[in-house]
DNA sequence: CCTCCGTAGTGAGTGACGCTATCCAGCAGT
DNA sequence: ACTGCTGGATAGCGTCACTCACTACGGAGG
């Protein structure tokens, strides 16, 4: 397959395909002789997860560099490649404020008080964590300590348990898509679901007529 | 207190305030005479909200836009106040695929199996899931219908129903200011507590040496 | 009265980001 | 030879979220 054909599969511009191979993103083609380069299967799964990760996750292209780092780097363990990737997905943290300190410490609480001893130290998830508990504190809320958040541990327990039990990949390419999958995708989907519970809560609690809408 | 001391009490830089009063996000300040105007608490608040969105949520300008103009509508019920926060908030669906239709289906029979009768029809999460439903579909995942769903189904509705029981502000301003947070703020709290259960759970399923923290 | 600092507002500019368009030399097929 | 495509390089574009510089004033100090 050569490049136009690759970006037509993939339903890429062929300009963005360009682009991805000169940043890195996509692999170069097999050289079939000085000015042809032949392209295959792993290429439109490459640039399938590439697509995926920018609309579905957001995930800026410096970030999406860090990840195919790690899809490539042969010699890391299942663990070590999840939590890279974890820490490319991950946002940077918002810069701190003056509650931070006491934020980081909450947030240490909690992964202690949820027995998450497999979190690395420096897992940036943590300063993640504590940026958004910063910003709860100083809203006033959670001034019972963090055990208010005790439902949202155990749902994230729950659901990270059943997120790692169901990786069964063995070959690293496929492993690192359903990761991936797993922590984007799945991850919006959560959130998705969410809003549209509120909404159908807030609609029981607080619309004044029940659901108007007709039975089907 | 003036636009300055607005900017030093709030730590955002003068520029961006004036930026975001000329944006309109901010509302202006009472004038004192031709040539001073006055700011109070509800410019700090607002600000502050502003910030929070912006850096804990992402949310861009122009959506912030829709969110102040939600804040200053009287007239709209608490219902209409969260779902159209939530529309706001909502982030725009990737384009469609070959396989959106099927996703839509799916999506609809998902919100039907929750029980969710009181989202409404056009809300655009409705889209938002359907196009996340769809990246899982063509990965293969999800073979087995939506009922793979189930667990993150029922953590979004014992965590959304909890989100909207502990919503209790009369003033709309602090009403606005809750619903953010608890969208927001606690939506990036479980995706951050999430990440930290898929990193403890892959140590322990897949880290050979059990982890080799010290006992502290 | 004059000088000078600070204020509110405005238009233009900046830098990062993610592409996208154009150009080029070179080969393949006719 | 000519056309049409290839891969690669370079430069440019549009958006976003600010950020800078400037203006015209108002008030305080001398």
Redesign the pocket.
């Known amino acids: 397959m050569?490049?136009?054909?690759l970006a037509e599969h993939s339903g890429v511009?062929l300009?963005?395909v360009?682009?991805y191979?000169?940043e890195g993103l996509l692999p170069?083609?097999r050289w079939v002789?000085?000015?042809?380069?032949e392209?295959d299967a792993g290429h439109v799964a490459r640039l399938r997860l590439l697509r995926t990760l920018?609309e579905v996750g957001a995930v800026?292209?410096?970030r999406l560099r860090d990840l195919v780092g790690v899809t490539e780097d042969a010699g890391l363990s299942v663990h070590d490649v999840l939590a890279a990737a974890a820490a490319a997905i991950a946002p940077p943290a918002p810069p701190p404020g003056p509650l931070r300190d006491r934020a980081r410490a909450a947030a240490a609480e909690v992964v202690d008080g949820a027995g998450w001893d497999g979190v690395g130290a420096t897992s940036p998830d943590r300063e993640n964590l504590a940026a958004a508990l910063e910003v709860v504190m100083s809203s006033g809320a959670l001034s019972g300590g963090p055990s208010a958040l005790r439902p949202y541990v155990e749902a994230a327990d729950t659901l990270g348990r059943l997120d790692v039990t169901s990786l069964d990949a063995e070959d690293p390419a496929a492993l690192m898509e359903q990761m991936v999958v797993g922590q984007i995708v799945f991850g919006q989907i959560l959130l998705v679901l969410r809003r549209l519970a509120e909404e159908h809560h807030s609609s029981v609690r607080f619309r004044d007529p029940p659901p108007p809408q007709p039975p089907r």
Not at 2 to 5: A, G, L, P, Y
């Open positions: 050569r490049i136009s054909e511009p300009a963005t360009k682009y191979l000169r170069p083609g002789n000085a000015r042809l380069a392209y920018r800026p292209v410096s």
